[in-house]
């Protein structure tokens, strides 16, 4: 499916054009008072009352949840997140401006891994990609991902990558 063909059952999602596009899911408002991670604890039951499917911003879209292991805590962390693809491998990053996400720490810490997708448990590896293999990864996203390279053009630091393995189904 292409990213932007909608899944039956679900609306047609609107072309985002831009990272500051106000249609992007990471653009969407979110009341402080309830945080992310509440916020992130509503789209984690929904994908997984829905074999994979939510609603809201991320409708029609294809989303994974990572489970992560905390890098400092040991403790399980799962976060809802938007694969991408460079033909097989899938790989994720982030829109957050001002640091790495907690997942990107924890996988640099310790590169197990559960992925579930759609109505599937997976037991995963996650490389956080660095140096000659970031470079050209790095080059190759973006040039193809419009997206990304918007958001690259805004922040001073390098943005995040990690290619995700999926090892087995649990």
């Known amino acids: ?12 999602r609107a072309e985002i054009t831009g990272y500051d596009d106000p249609n992007a ?22 994908f997984r009352e829905n074999s994979g499917k939510v609603g809201g911003a991320y409708a029609g879209g294809d989303l994974i949840l990572l489970t992560t292991t905390g890098a400092k805590s040991g403790k399980r962390h799962t976060t809802p997140l938007g694969p991408l693809y460079r033909g097989d491998a899938m790989y994720v990053s982030s829109f957050i401006e001002d640091k790495y996400p907690a997942w990107w720490y924890n996988i640099k810490a310790n590169p197990q891994v559960t992925i579930e997708l759609r109505d599937k448990t997976y037991r995963g590896t996650g490389k956080v990609l660095d140096g000659a293999d970031y470079d050209e990864f790095a080059a190759w996203v973006l040039t193809n991902n419009p997206l990304l390279a918007d958001f690259q053009s805004k922040i001073d630091r390098p943005i995040p990558l990690v290619v995700l393995t999926l090892d087995g189904e649990v």
């Open 1 to 12: 499916m292409s990213e932007n063909e909608s899944t039956p059952g679900q609306p047609e």
């Open 25 to 46: 899911p990471w653009n969407q408002a979110w009341v402080e008072e309830v945080g992310i991670a509440n916020w992130n604890d509503d789209v984690i039951r929904e």
